[in-house]
């Protein structure tokens, strides 16, 4: 098998948007991945945090990720989350992203039962051998409970052909420097936080998987292209320009502040799964004015 599969640009954490009784809606689904192609995103990553996955069942996540597959049609690559803190249950999952098409699997560092490095790294190794797609390894300590060290994800890197790349979401740059500097010809490192996409890019980045490309696709995948291109000075500007909203996007926990804001654009009705309940009407009044500045809403 080819060793990694180099990835650049901006990939969509796609939000899962309900009807108002709770299911999932998949015209919406539709309408949100046709938009975000035309906003210009290199991938559509479904199922992930941002996708409220934990509160849907395995046939919804399969469902989930075989229609972002079949709306895209080839427009763009589909990355599609698959973890789990049963590698068994992960491996299935990945199978599945396999079958239907997916380009590649998103997979979340296990969490909850907190493994040592070199349970990550056997966790990885048995998706990786169990599957030919490429993987993503997904570090998100605030959620996991756990970091994925340097050198470990470097490790990986070296030692697992198809682990193409890492979600770093650790905000540890020490840690985001150190696989910058040294991590294998091909290999991706994309940043897991919209707000830290340009320095990490600055330090040797491929892109980002994003949460207000969401809400901003074209913007948001124009800066990610400068950032290829080092044009730094017209990246910074729309890094400035989208700072507010890539903020208040984690007011309060995501998706509920990015979905809030797409039931504003008339993309979703706002319908979470408990336990995310609606945003509150302090930071609605604040997401409602940064829209309206940023001309996604009428004043």
């Known amino acids: 098998m080819a060793k990694h599969r180099h990835f650049q640009g901006t990939g969509t954490a796609l939000v899962t948007p309900f009807t108002m009784d709770g299911s999932l809606d998949e015209k919406a689904l539709r309408r949100l991945v046709d938009f975000e192609i035309k906003g210009g995103v290199e991938a559509l990553i479904p199922v992930g945090t941002t996708g409220e996955s934990p509160t849907l069942s395995h046939d919804e996540q399969y469902r989930v990720i075989d229609v972002v597959i079949e709306q895209a049609k080839g427009r763009a690559k589909v990355f599609a989350g698959t973890g789990s803190n049963n590698t068994a ?48 390894v997904y570090n998100v300590p605030g959620r996991t409970g756990g970091n994925i060290e340097s050198a470990t ?32 010809k091909g290999f991706s490192l994309l940043s897991g936080d ?28 124009a800066m990610v292209r400068f950032c290829l291109k080092g044009k730094w000075e017209k990246a910074l500007d729309l890094h400035n320009k989208l700072l507010p909203l890539m903020n208040v996007n984690f ?31 302090q930071n609605r009044d ?11 809403i009428k004043s």
């Open 89 to 136: 249950d992960a491996i299935e999952k990945t199978k599945h992203a396999q079958n239907a098409g997916a380009d590649a699997a998103l997979v979340v560092a296990p969490y909850y039962n907190k493994p040592t490095q070199e349970g990550y790294v056997q966790h990885y190794r048995a998706i990786a051998e169990a599957v030919n797609i490429p993987l993503i």
């Open 251 to 281: 007011v309060e926990a995501n998706p509920i502040p990015v979905k809030a804001a797409l039931a504003m654009m008339g993309m979703i009705e706002e319908t979470y799964r408990l336990p995310l309940v609606p945003l509150s009407e």
């Open 194 to 221: 919209d707000a830290l996409t340009l320095p990490m890019m600055v330090l040797g980045g491929d892109g980002c998987i994003s949460v207000v490309a969401n809400e901003i696709p074209k913007e948001f995948s």
């Open 153 to 184: 994800t470097l490790r990986m890197a070296e030692e697992i052909p198809n682990v193409m790349a890492v979600k770093e979401a650790s905000g540890n740059f020490s840690q985001i420097m150190e696989i910058a500097r040294n991590k294998p």
């Open 286 to 296: 604040k997401l409602r004015k940064i829209l309206q500045d940023l001309k996604l």
